[in-house]
């Protein structure tokens, strides 16, 4: 009876433990920031280039979705220096699935107008 009795306890501290585990990894991926941060990290750890800043984030049906602004060239002055945007796929869990740049542009130089936009 005593080891039915500790076997049962410990499958309840079990199911506990992986309770208290899902609920950590929930609330982790749910938080904008830390889903920021560690995406900004993944996309420099691949292709060796920082982050200067994220232009566009946002949750979709698969994960998240960003648009990630890097210096691919630094140049002199600094206004000549090439930059890009990288589209990043992110799963529910905020880990990588996939990128792709999707513009390159000189630091000084504005997006062209485009006809009907503001």
């Given at each position: ?90 799963d529910q869990d905020g880990q990588l699935t996939g990128y792709r740049r ?17």
């Amino acid at each position: 009876m005593s080891d039915t009795k500790n076997s049962q306890e410990s499958q309840n501290s079990q199911k506990s433990q992986n309770s208290d585990k899902e609920n950590n990894r929930t609330s982790r991926r749910s938080n904008p920031m830390e889903v920021l941060r560690h995406a900004r990290a993944q996309l420099a750890e691949l292709t060796g280039m920082s982050a200067e800043t994220v232009s566009s984030f946002e949750q979709t049906d698969d994960g998240w979705s960003l648009e990630v602004e890097v210096m691919e060239l630094a140049r002199v002055p600094d206004t000549m220096s090439l930059m890009a945007s990288y589209q990043v796929d992110l799963d529910q869990d905020g880990q990588l699935t996939g990128y792709r740049r999707v513009r390159r542009y000189e630091r000084g130089r504005s997006d062209a107008h485009r006809p009907g936009g503001r």
